[in-house]
């Protein structure tokens, strides 16, 4: 059971640094989402991210959905680490 959870906690790491380095990615408008690694990157983190654009729309062409997806999967990992 301590593995499964540590394993959980790692993956949930893992994953905010992936949705980090999506988010500062989109900071460079030249980036082409279609070529990869970068298509890899919104393969994996797309779906995710989606759900909370469906509760938080983008407002003023600012997107803060991501800043919710991070936030929530920091409580996750805190409360798995907990454990």
């Known amino acids: 059971m301590n593995l499964l959870i540590t394993t959980l906690a790692t993956f949930v790491t893992f994953y905010s640094y992936l949705l980090i380095v999506r ?4 900071w460079f408008p030249t980036i082409n989402w279609y070529n990869q690694p970068f ?3 919104a393969q994996i ?3 995710y991210l989606n759900l909370f654009r469906r509760i938080i729309p983008p407002l003023g062409g600012m997107d803060f959905s991501p800043m919710l ?3 929530l999967l920091q409580i996750v990992g805190g409360g798995l680490q907990a454990i």
């Open 23 to 26: 988010v500062l990615l989109t």
């Open 39 to 41: 298509a890899a990157l």
């Open 45 to 47: 983190t797309d779906p």
């Open 69 to 71: 997806a991070i936030i």
